[in-house]
């Protein structure tokens, strides 16, 4: 693998090919491995018409149905049935923001651009479809969501490159402040195919990094973790949001993975100076053992 060409390429042209030449394997894992505490949370804080009715059940004229419930409709009937790739994005977006991921310090972007240094080029860029930023620290880029956008893209090597390029940026953005780089760091990220979601966490680190700047091959393998969401072998794989049991089956993931992200963000913004800055990433923690796994020096779950 170590005679592999590589070239530099933006992050929306990397493919399985770039995987490979750069030493990086995704390992699929089942829920429960994944999200190390409950994949199912409850669903008790949103309003019940989001997950027990339909798109075409919402009766876009009643006064009791509320705004937010109103706009998540619209768009999943557009991600569905709009034939448009921005109308995915628009989805997911407002899946993020009704479920609680933007919080205080924090901002949802929409095609940010962030530079990708590789193979001592550093002229090229990673567009992201939608990203996390964290705005009060300098920014800093917590969360990555890429869309499948035709049946020939590759969503998965796309996100991967996306998070070593906010590995890169994250710690030019630390540097700006004059801290020191961190050696590693896991990027949570999302794909999205249509409506249906597949979560990841990406550990990037120091050597990976260094490895996509001069375009050599890593010795260190970099395994990357995800997690599809499926309600199962007896259901179509075209099954997304728009029908119930596998909405309500999404947003419990996607509530699972806010609290599994809000984990390595703490890494992410850590500040010698700023840590009663960082009190809000904890409302949503457990103060059990599961808090104490060793963030400090690991970049991604248990091997």
């Known amino acids: 693998m170590a005679n592999l060409i590589r070239s530099a390429k933006p992050s929306n042209s990397w493919s399985a090919y770039e995987l490979t030449a750069y030493n990086i394997t995704v390992i699929a894992q089942s829920p429960q491995e994944f999200f190390r505490r409950n994949p199912t949370p409850p669903l008790d804080d949103l309003d019940p018409l989001l997950i027990n009715s339909t798109v075409d059940a919402v009766d876009h004229d009643a006064v009791d149905v509320a ?5 998540y409709f619209t768009h999943l009937d557009l991600a569905t049935s709009g034939g448009h790739e921005n109308f995915v994005d628009d989805f997911a977006r407002e899946t993020l923001r009704i479920l609680g991921f933007v ?35 300098g920014l800093r880029v917590l969360l990555i969501l890429q869309e499948d956008k ?9 996100v991967i490159a996306n998070a070593i390029a906010a ?5 030019l953005q630390r540097g700006t ?3 020191p780089a961190l050696d590693a760091m896991t990027i949570p990220c999302i794909t999205m195919a249509g409506t249906r979601p597949t979560f990841y ?9 260094i490895a996509v700047v ?41 509530i699972a993975f806010k609290s599994l992200a809000k984990e390595y963000w703490q890494i992410i913004l850590s500040e010698p100076h700023c840590a009663r800055n960082l009190a809000w990433l904890d409302s949503d923690s457990d103060s059990d053992s599961e808090s104490s796994f ?6 991604g779950p248990d091997d």
């Open 103 to 137: 919080e205080r310090g924090l901002s949802l972007s929409m095609r940010f651009m962030i530079p990708l240094v590789i193979c001592g080029e550093n002229s090229l860029v990673a567009p992201m479809d939608v990203c996390l930023i964290a705005r009060r620290l």
């Open 150 to 158: 035709t049946i020939f893209s590759q969503p998965e090597p796309q």
């Open 167 to 171: 590995y890169q940026y994250n710690n």
């Open 294 to 299: 060793g963030l400090s020096d690991r970049t």
């Open 177 to 179: 402040r004059g801290l």
């Open 214 to 254: 001069t375009g050599q091959y890593p010795q260190t393998p970099t395994n990357v973790v995800k997690c599809v969401t499926s309600l199962g072998p007896n259901h179509s794989i075209g099954e997304g949001m728009e029908t119930l049991e596998y909405r309500r089956v999404a947003l419990q993931r996607f």
């Open 67 to 71: 705004d937010d419930t109103f706009h």
């Open 201 to 209: 966490l990406v550990p990037v680190t120091q050597a990976l990094s």
